[in-house]
C-alpha cells in the first residue's frame, strides 16, 4: 500500500460532529474531496455533506470499507459494535482502521477486526478550529502506520503519540474531557463578572480573553514553567495573593483531582458494557 497520504482513501464511517470537523481540516489543507468518502446511518447529513464540501458518498458502511483505505469510524461508542459486526469480513487484511470511540479498548478493537491495523484517535473540541490536541494509540510498533495517522491529524492541531493504554485514557480525560472541564470554570467567571455587573456579551469576553492571554503567554513564554508565570502576577500580602490562598485553603486542586478520577471511572465502566 502506498503510504503517501494524498494517494490514500479516507472513510468517514458516521458523519457527525467530529467527522465534520475533520474533512473540513483536512479540505483546509489541501486534500482533494475525491479521495474523501462519508457513509452514514440516515442519508441528511451526507446529503449536506456532498453539496458543502463535493466530498464522496457512499451508500453502505460495506461500500465505504471495501473501497477506502482508510477508515475512521466516528459513530457514538454505544454504536460502534454494531456498525462494524454485520460488515467485519468486509475489512481488509492490513487494512488501517481509526476509532475515535472514548471507552473502547484496544483489545475490544482487536477482538472484532483482528485482520486490521488499529488505531485508537483522541481528538479534542477545538479540533474545529485546527487548535485540536489529538492523542493516538497503535496496536502495534508500525511507523509507516503513525506517518499515516500524524499526516492525517496535522491540520487538525497538535498529535502525540501515547504510549500505553492507560496514558491514552489519562490524555482523554485531561485533554479531551478536559476541554469541558475548563468551560466549567469560564462559567464561573463569566457568571461572577454578570453578577459584579458586567453585560453579558462583555463579561463572556472578558472571561474568554482571560483564559487565551493566559494560555498565550504561557505558550510563548515556554522557559519559565507556570509557577513562575504565576509568581509574576502575585505580590506577597497583595490581591491575587489573598485569592490563591483561598483557593488552596478550600482544596480546589483536590476538587479537581476528584473530577478527574471520577470521568476516569466512567470511562473504565463504559469500557467493561463495550465489549
Ligand atoms: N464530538 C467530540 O468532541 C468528540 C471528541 C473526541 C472523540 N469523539 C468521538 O467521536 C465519535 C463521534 O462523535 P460525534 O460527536 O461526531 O457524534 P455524532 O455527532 O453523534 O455523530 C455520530 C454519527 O454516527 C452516525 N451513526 C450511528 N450509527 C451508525 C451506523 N451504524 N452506521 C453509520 N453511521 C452511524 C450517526 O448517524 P445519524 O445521523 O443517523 O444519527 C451520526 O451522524 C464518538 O466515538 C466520540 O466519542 C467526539
Redesign the pocket.
Known sequence: MNFHLKSLKIGF?????????MIKGLLENGLDANKIYV????P??LQKLSESHKVQICSS?EELVETCDVVI?????Q??L??IEPISQAFLERQIVI??????RMDTLEKHLPQCRLVRL????P?LISKGLIGYLTHDEDEALKTVVEDLCAPLGSVFEMSDEDQFESF?IAC?SG?GFVFELMTYWHEWMIEHGFDEEIAQKMTIETFLGASLLAQKSPDLGLEELQSRVTSKKGVTSAGLESMRELEIERALRISFEKAALRNKEMSRLIK
Open positions: 464511517l458516521g458523519a457527525g460532529h467530529m467527522s465534520q470537523a457513509s452514514n446511518r440516515t441528511g447529513k458502511n469510524i466516528a459513530v457514538k461508542p454504536d460502534l454494531a456498525a476509532s475515535l470511540a472514548a471507552g473502547l483522541m481528538p479534542n473540541t479540533t482523554m479531551s476541554t
